[in-house]
């Protein structure tokens, strides 16, 4: 019986070869579906209309996806701004200075950062950037209530808005901290938030001339909501960070020691033969993995949610909310309009042009580099 | 007048430490990271923890009208999408690592693996636009009609069949985290040494043996590690999932149902919570989801660590 199972061995052979060989051919299926369908869909959308017109209003046909375009470019320019100084100096420092224990724990937690739900991160920034920018009220006191204790004023509009006070709420009325201070007529502004089914005072500042020009400056005195640009893009080169760090330091590792000693030996500051001999050697490996994450953070629509939220048309501020391609592209999907659903496939087209676009770059500016096995 | 030279050193040694000094403060943004995201979502979260405590989590409360919330329809529901997904991924997986190191001819490998590449690169959006409309309607046209003649009798496969499952959003879970465990796999086959394989081949082993008995069993640690690591991707994915998946918060026996994930409702609900305990309740399920992550990336990171890399000890 054990002598003669060669066929068996050999047909057990053959039908794993047939599985694995069957297992490659089901990864890449999806790939080609979602491919096909994106251009038999989309194709035939995308028109110069579609790249340069904005939206328009729900229910509508027609319009484009200009500003989700625009958006998406801008975003990953301001998180670039971010996300590549920190990465790539982090990157540089776990590369060059070995201190063993410390740079275990900076590489385990920028995987462990890498790992962290994109959710997670907007809700984080949310709290951060959103939340704290929301509306302040600029007006003047009308009554003030220490029973509840309300506070009632007229905003700039008019209207008497009244704000809750509590516990939690911080006076800065320079020197004077209390509720009874208040004179009807005092000019003031208030950070709020909605609560329930009222508003709760979050900070109360007097109405000084510089804190108007501050307000001024941040556009915030216009704001409607905390929703930013600024606040999608930091959201995104927060994620970027742990990303360029970690394929910054691993292209560091690639330059050859020799490289260092001989700066070193012909008398270069330690600093400089980093900054001007490894990192300019490692330049296009360092732009490859910034690049990657820019491939990575431009599809990325969850974190977008509540902190850059959309916008149906041009964004003027960076404090105002700002759409962007998969943000669009998620309302669009769920939305009931079929003329949504069709753009909606377009802009995905043209969103993954775009990443393909930069992994395909990315693929020209490494060919050049050699692998020790052909596989 | 100083020696040029010492003044050279000293101007160096200015600039050594000022620049060390830039690049680790910007290196120690990773722990500031971190402690900032738990802090955050702690702080979020204190609401909801202090009015429902543990119960949040055993609770199938979700009301946001009455104010209650109980995250275990959530948790339920990315349990499940993510076994469901893990069970269709992981034999394929590492079928094609194994096909890609191992058998597959040459001119294929690089090929195949940009193919790969390019599927990691797809956004989750995308996909999720490709399964709402042409995926969830061929599934639901297609294979769940054949799986409820067939399988029926299982109460996995009973009740009625609307499109947006637990099932299609496991589906689409396997698809999203296909490429991850195929990549880390593939680069934990290739650090096997050579030595292996042609001791097998020299006792006479055929090509599939010498994989199962050289190559499988002396990955089996690093490619469990590859497999927590698609775990953790996958208990993440918030937009693909939250487009074919049903968004209906209930625990049902049938995969056919629609479910809710922890990602899924923080991503549908956060904008639109009115209340105070509402999105406390958010930010809590945003803490659980993290806490889950972190632990299960943290778990991935140490079985890969403890296993990959050129120069490794040959022995556990």
């Known amino acids: ?375 | 007048m100083v020696n040029p030279l010492m003044a050279k050193a000293d101007l160096g040694r200015f600039g050594d430490r000022a620049f060390k000094g830039l690049t680790l403060a910007m290196a120690l943004s990773v722990f500031v990271l971190i402690v900032v995201i738990g802090a955050e979502l702690a702080r979020g979260s204190g609401v909801a923890i202090r009015q429902f405590g543990w119960r949040f989590l055993i609770s199938s409360d979700w009301d946001p009208v009455n104010e209650k919330f109980g995250a275990l329809p959530f948790i339920f529901g990315t349990l499940v999408s993510s076994a469901i997904g893990l069970l269709l991924a992981v034999p394929l997986s590492i079928g094609t690592a194994v096909y890609l190191t191992e058998l597959a001819p040459l001119w294929i490998r690089q090929p195949l693996t940009i193919f790969i590449e390019l599927l990691a690169a797809v956004p989750s959006v995308i996909f999720g636009l490709w399964g709402i409309f042409v995926m969830v309607p061929w599934l639901s046209q297609n294979l769940f009609p054949l799986l409820q003649k067939t399988l029926g009798f299982l109460p996995l496969f009973q009740g009625p069949i609307l499109g947006p499952s637990v099932l299609a959003g496991g589906i689409i879970v396997a698809i999203m985290v296909l490429p991850i465990i195929t990549s880390v796999s593939r680069e934990i086959l290739r650090s096997v040494p050579d030595l292996q394989r042609e001791a097998a081949y020299a006792l006479g082993a055929t090509r599939w043996e010498v994989t199962r008995i050289a190559v499988l069993s002396y990955a089996r640690k690093g490619l469990f590690g590859a497999v927590i690591l698609g775990l953790g991707r996958a208990l993440g994915e918030t937009m693909a999932v939250t487009m074919v998946i049903g968004n209906s918060p209930q625990i049902a026996k049938s995969l056919f149902a629609p479910g809710y994930t922890l990602a899924s409702v923080v991503a549908n609900e956060f904008s639109e919570a009115t209340t105070d305990t509402y999105l406390s309740a958010l930010f809590a399920i945003g803490l659980v989801l993290l806490g889950v992550t972190v632990l299960v990336n943290g778990l991935a990171q140490l079985l890969l660590k403890t296993f990959a890399g050129p120069g490794l000890k040959p022995q556990n």
């Open chain 1, 1 to 375: 019986m054990t002598v003669t199972n060669h066929r068996w061995r050999k047909t057990t052979n053959v039908f794993m070869q047939t599985l694995a060989s069957l297992c490659a051919v089901l990864v890449i299926l999806p790939l080609l579906l979602v491919f096909f369908h994106l251009v038999s869909q989309g194709a035939s959308s995308i028109n110069w209309t579609f790249l340069t017109r904005l939206p328009k209003p729900v229910g509508e046909i027609g319009g484009g996806m200009a500003n989700a375009i625009a958006g998406t470019f801008t975003l990953m320019l301001l998180a670039s701004l971010l996300g590549v100084p920190v990465g790539v100096l982090g990157g540089i420092f776990l590369s060059e200075y070995t201190h063993r224990r410390l740079n275990r724990w900076i590489r385990f937690t920028a995987d462990v950062l890498n790992g962290v739900p994109s959710i997670t991160w907007g809700m984080v920034v949310y709290g951060l950037l959103v939340v704290p920018l929301v509306l302040p009220c600029r007006g003047t006191v009308r009554s003030v209530d220490p029973a509840k204790p309300v506070l009632t004023v007229l905003d700039a509009a008019g209207t008497a808005q009244e704000f809750e006070v509590d516990a939690n709420t911080r006076w800065d009325l320079d020197g004077r901290h209390q509720m009874k201070s208040l004179r009807p007529g005092t000019d003031l502004i208030i950070w709020y938030h909605s609560s329930g089914d009222g508003q709760v005072a979050d900070h109360i500042n007097s109405a000084s001339a510089w804190r108007l020009g501050v307000l001024a400056i941040m556009g915030l005195h216009n704001s409607v909501s905390g929703f930013s640009a600024l606040a999608g893009a930091t959201v995104l080169g927060l994620m970027m960070i742990p990303l360029i760090l970690r394929t910054t330091e691993e292209v560091l590792q690639l330059v050859p020691t020799g490289y260092r000693e001989a700066a070193l030996a012909l008398g270069i500051a330690h600093w400089r033969m980093i900054a001007q001999i490894v990192v300019r050697t490692a330049m296009k490996g360092i732009v490859t993995g910034v690049l990657l994450a820019l491939a990575r953070v431009a599809g990325e629509t969850a974190p977008l949610l509540f902190t850059a939220f959309g916008n149906a048309y041009w964004t003027h501020r960076l404090t105002e909310p700002i759409a962007a391609l998969p943000l669009q592209i998620f309302n669009y999907a769920i939305s009931p309009y079929d003329d949504w659903h069709r753009q909606a496939w377009a802009g995905a087209l043209v969103l993954i042009l775009l990443v393909s676009a930069i992994n395909l770059g990315v693929r020209t500016l490494t060919r050049d580099r050699f692998s020790q096995r052909k596989t």
